[in-house]
């Protein structure tokens, strides 16, 4: 271990599901006990202000998943992403976020022009810059199309500096592999690791036959090895294996099996609407993608959009809520564009993370 020991020894995370309107109140709690203690020593990335915990220490984030800005354009779409863009600014202020996760599928790309496809990111973020919420994205399989590839929206987002959005390691599939650091405020030492993962899918860019569903809809084995040797070496730089949480757009094969061992809904709250649940790839593409998150020390939960019927969050199948196996969460269907049964009423997950003592726990808010 490398340098002075941080203050902050323990680590407490509550995680909270939110309506898109208000908060009804606390359905559950989980228990989650395990903990890391963290060293300082790295320095600060400097490309924008670093993220960092509030004076609470605290740090709270909201899920917008499933926008699907963009379908119809001169006819009923256009109500569609009006509605959508209230949910966002009602969540923004009944929450107060300091952080926001655009979990996917931004814009319907088949429903696009290729003259103003990516445009549609200019309207996703107007509730963002109006809150000065600083946010990251995962792409989804609808924001690759024939009219719109993941490159453009990229490139859209990064022209706002409150965009922490990554194009990660260039060899690797998919573009938004990356992680974000949360820092302590008083100390180098990151408090939390946020993880994005690329699941890829949709059709090529200007590909022949257009619209033409190509590209593979998993998280690339070659992603999980990234993703494995990435936690080596912070535990390398830090001493310590740091809490995480993951976000990817298209669920793990996992979130299947988990739905199939039965959801008592006392125990796990949320809509599940979507059975069986669509998955990446058949079911065996993402095997390493599933067996890094399983083998990961740290990581608290796995958080994916996709299924609009779907806002249950559990236990990894087979695994009690002792266990340092990772929670699994859908994300609140937040956009009224996409198809799906149950989903009258829109919204986000939100989630915050703790420094607070010895305890670790989940919590849901209906």
Known sequence: ???????????????????????????????????????????????????TLTRSNTFTIAIFADLHFGEEEHGWGIEQDVNSTRVMDNVLQAEKPDFVVLNGDLITGENTFRENSSAYVDQIVQPLLRT?????????NHDSKFNLSRASIYQAESRYELCYTESGDHSLPGITNYYLPVWTAESKSPALILWFFDS?????????PPDVDDIPNWVAPEVASWFSNAQSQLRREYGEDIPGVAFVHIPPQVFRSAQEVGLDPSRYPGLNEDVPVDIQGRGSEDDAFVAALLSAPALHSVHVGHDHGDSWCSTWPGEDRASSAPFLCFAKHTGYGGTGRGIEVRG????????????????RLG
């Open 1 to 51: 271990m490398r340098g002075a020991a941080s203050p902050w020894s323990r680590l407490a995370l509550l995680c909270a599901c939110a309506s898109a309107l208000s908060i009804a109140g606390l359905l559950a709690a989980f228990p989650h006990a395990r903990v890391r203690s963290f060293v300082s020593g790295s320095p600060r990335p400097s490309s924008r202000p670093p993220l």
């Open 132 to 140: 000065r919420t600083p946010w990251a994205s995962t792409y989804g």
């Open 200 to 208: 890829r899918g949709g059709a090529s860019y200007q590909g022949s």
């Open 348 to 363: 986000s997950s939100s989630s915050r993370f703790r420094l607070e003592g010895t305890a670790t726990w989940v919590s």
